[in-house]
C-alpha cells in the first residue's frame, strides 16, 4: 500500500531562497506547457512530452528531468479535472501554493538527509521526522514526492510503498452509501455525518450564494477565503467520517466494504438544481478515498459496484419502491431509511449469487452528527 509522509525540511535562509527559485521556475515551466497541453487536448504524459519538450526544455532554466517533471505535474492537473469530451478545456493556471513535484532522478535520500535538485546543483538538506514518520519511513521504499511550502516552510511530502497488512479474515460485508441527506450510510443501521454537519453545509451554501450575487471586488476576496476555510472543514469532517465508519466496519466483524463506484454520482441523483449544486461541492469522492485509504490500513477489502437502482430497490424483496422524502417505502411492508435501503443493496450487489444475508443487527439507527 502507499502512504504520504509529510517531512518537515531544516534550511538555512539560502537554502530557502534557492527551493523559491526553482519553484518560480518549475510553475513557470508549468504555465507554458499548458498551452500545448489546451491546444492539442492532450494530458497524457508521453504524448505531450513528444508535443513540447524541446520548446519547454529552450525556454527554462531547469534541467531535463525538472521539464518531464513539470509536464508530469500538468498533466496530472488536468487528468484530476476530469474534462468531458466535447467540453472546452480550460486553462490551468499554476500559482505559488502548487507544489514541485521530484522523482528518484531528482532527489536522493541518505540517513536523514535529503539531496534535491535545485537551479545551482545538488542541495543536501536536513529532514526532520517525528516517530511515526520515522516508523513509516524505515518500512518503507520511497517513490516520487511533492515539495510544497505551507506557513514559512518547506515539506516534502514523501510517497512510500509499504507492505501490505495482513488481510483480515472476517467474513461480514458491510455497505457504504455516501449521499446528500447524511453523508455515509452502512448497512449495519448507522447514519453518518446527519444533523450539525448538514446544518452547517447549508450554511456554507447559503453564505456563498449571497457573496456570489453581490459580485462585488471585495465580496470576491472574500468568496476566495471562504472556499479555502471550507475545503479545510470539509477534509476535516470527511476524516471523521471515514474514521467513524472504519470502526464500525471492525466492529461489526466486517472484513469487506462496498462502495458505488462514483463515476456518475452527479448524474444519478436526479434531484433539484439546488440540492445537486450542494451535491457537487461536497467531496464524496475525498470521502471515499479516505474510507479505502483506512480500509486498508485495517487490512479490509474494498470493492466497488455498479449502483444502479441502488436507491429504487427493497432490499428485502427485490421490488421497485417509493421514497418518501428519507423514507424508504415497500409494498411488501419494507420501511427503512432510504440511505440504509441504498447501503444494504450495495451490500447485495457485491454477493455474486443470491441474497446476502447481513451480518449485523439491521434494525439499529443511530446519528452521529
Ligand atoms: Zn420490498
Redesign the pocket.
Known sequence: MKRTISIKLRLTKDQSNQLASLRDAFLNACNQIVPFAVQHRCWNRVALHNICYTAIRTSSQLGSQMVCNAIFSVCKAYKNKCIVKGENVPVIRFHKNRSIHFDKRTYSLKGNFLSLYTLQGRMRVEMQMGPFQQTYFSQGIPKEAELTFRKGHWYFNLVLDLPDQPICQDKGIMGIDLGENVLAATSSGKLFGGGKVRHERHQFLSKRRCLQSNGSQSAKQLLKKISGKEARRIKQINHVVSKQVIQEAIQTNAGTIVMENLTNIRKRIRAGKKVRSRLHRWAFRQLQTLIQYKAETHGLKVLYVNPAYSSQR?S????L?KRDRHLFK?????QQHSDLNASRNLCQFAQPIGRATCTVNCTQVATIG
Open positions: 427493497c428485502l424483496c427485490d421490488q419502491g415497500c409494498s411488501c411492508g419494507n
